[in-house]
């Protein structure tokens, strides 16, 4: 009589029976996590005031000068607190000496040999010339062409009264063997007389004007001109621009994110500049 046995089971490799659901969780395991942060974050960021006042715990920064910025929307990664500065903090008082006079007792090393006045330029001796001949000056002219070069203009001779029709000058002198002895650069707000003509009635009135106020940081123009901030608040309803801060080398990548708010520059050359 055949006996009938029973076919052996085998069982399947572990990996084979595996593979399929851990492909499943593998897939399903970024949502699993940023389901799980998301949950974290809500629940700190709505728990946080409710948990602040349960401990009665509260961060107050007191002020040095003005009133404090308040979180009105009682949300914690809702708010940053920018405290204003004060011009006059005892910090740095040392270093603020507005009574010292920096020319006192100064004296020059160097003879200035022209001087700008009213316009006009004037030849000056120390007693080795006779007269503005024999000095030799010569003055150009300097335009600015970009933020990096310059443009040139022709040499010409210095006589008393000259009336350089530019901003920048540069004077030079020279010995009588070509050797330079004496350069200076001169500055002022040139202006053609008579003034060119502006019609009475402009065909567009602005209502906002930006004034700039270069190189100098908020805080030392309340120090060094207080005469100006006064004029330009109580007279023409000024208003700074709090916490601007520096991202360029010069005003001009600055000027991009003051008035619109983008970076025109690399972001690697900022931080060169910066830092």
């Known amino acids: 009589m055949a006996r009938h046995t029973k076919p052996e089971e085998k069982n399947l490799p572990l990996k084979i029976v595996s593979k399929l659901p851990k492909r499943k969780f593998l897939s399903k395991l970024p949502i699993l996590i940023c389901l799980t942060f998301g949950c974290i974050f809500l629940f700190i960021n709505y728990a946080f005031p409710f948990l602040q006042d349960y401990f009665d715990y509260s961060i107050e920064v007191e002020p040095l000068m003005f009133n404090s910025l308040t979180n009105e929307s009682e949300i914690w990664l809702d708010f940053c607190n920018l405290t204003d500065i004060n011009p006059w903090d005892s910090t740095i ?4 000496k507005p009574e010292k006079d920096h020319m006192l007792n100064c004296i020059p090393k160097i003879f200035q040999y022209s001087k700008l006045i009213n316009g006009q ?10 007269n503005n001949v024999e000095m030799g000056c010569e003055m150009r002219c300097l335009f600015p062409k970009s933020d990096w070069d310059l443009e040139y203009g022709n040499w010409i001779k210095v006589f008393n009264g000259t009336k350089p029709e530019c901003d920048v000058i540069e004077v030079q002198c020279k010995k009588n063997d070509g050797k330079v002895y ?5 500055a002022q707000v040139y202006r053609k007389i008579p003034p060119p003509s502006i019609p009475l009635e402009p065909s567009k009135k602005h209502d906002v004007h930006v004034i700039v106020l270069d190189a100098v940081s908020q805080t030392q123009f309340i120090r060094s001109m207080p005469k100006t901030l006064y004029f330009l608040r109580e007279y023409y309803d000024a208003i700074p621009f709090k916490y601007l801060n520096k991202i360029g080398i010069n005003s001009h990548p600055n000027g991009f994110a003051f008035l619109i708010g983008k970076i025109a520059f690399n972001l690697t050359i900022i931080k060169k500049c910066i830092l």
């Open 121 to 130: 330029l004037f030849l000056y001796s120390n007693g080795t010339f006779k």
């Open 93 to 96: 008082m040392e270093f603020i």
């Open 182 to 186: 004496y350069t200076f650069f001169h």
